[in-house]
Nanobody, 125 residues
Framework: QVQLVESGGGLVQAGDSLRLSCAASGRTFSRCAMGWFRQAPGKEREFVARISWSGGNTYYADSVKGRFTISGDNAKNTVYLQMNSLKPEDTAVYYC??????????????????WGQGTQVTVSS
């Protein structure tokens, strides 16, 4: 079992930055790939970014490529999402997720086994 707790959300203005954190616990965490998803009101949950602990491979949705960076700290069991140049359309609840399959680009919600409760990010124009 893996437990995930997100933090770092808030209200910012367009062009600002935020860093989200996802603290993970559980004995299987080190064998999972980690992802960030987001869900805006009235929309489906969508893939944002993914990192594989083995090799450190990262993947991004086109909408955030060049602005967001996913990273991880194994010693702290924490995954981060650095979000720069935020736009109003980035407003959503952001979720951290863990995938027991660690290879490949997996962007579907159904591919991930564990989820956090989410943290709200609101970007005003």
């Amino acid at each position: 079992q893996v437990q995930l707790v997100e933090s770092g959300g808030g209200l910012v203005q367009a062009g600002d930055s935020l860093r989200l954190s996802c603290a993970a616990s559980g004995r299987t965490f080190s064998r999972c790939a980690m992802g960030w998803f987001r869900q805006a009101p009235g929309k489906e949950r969508e893939f944002v970014a993914r990192i594989s602990w083995s090799g450190g491979n990262t993947y991004y949705a086109d909408s955030v490529k060049g602005r967001f960076t996913i990273s991880g700290d194994n010693a702290k069991n924490t995954v981060y999402l650095q979000m720069n140049s935020l736009k109003p359309e980035d407003t959503a609840v952001y979720y951290c997720a863990a995938d027991r399959v660690t290879v490949g680009l997996r962007v579907g919600v159904q591919s991930y086994d564990y989820w956090g409760q989410g943290t709200q990010v609101t970007v005003s124009s």
